[in-house]
């Protein structure tokens, strides 16, 4: 599973992916890792950073591939 898969699917977070919040927190698709947990589960996560490219915290989700949502 890729983000861009996630993204596709993931149907409770609508603005999650939106271009306006990504660019809020100075992230791109490709600053997202996709571990897989179990068989249903996979955790995505991205640096958040400021203006300047300073990393301020990080990004962190649960997706489930049955539901298609964030948990």
């Known amino acids: 599973m ?28 490709k600053d997202f890792r996709v571990y897989k947990v179990n068989d249903i589960t996979f ?6 950073k400021d203006y300047t490219g300073k990393v301020m915290g990080t990004t962190k989700r649960t997706f489930n591939s049955l539901t298609n949502c964030f948990d």
């Open 2 to 29: 890729t983000i861009y898969n996630i993204k596709k699917r993931v149907q409770n977070a609508p603005y999650f992916f939106s271009r306006k919040s990504m660019k809020f927190f100075n992230q791109t698709l």
């Open 43 to 48: 955790e995505i996560s991205a640096p958040m």
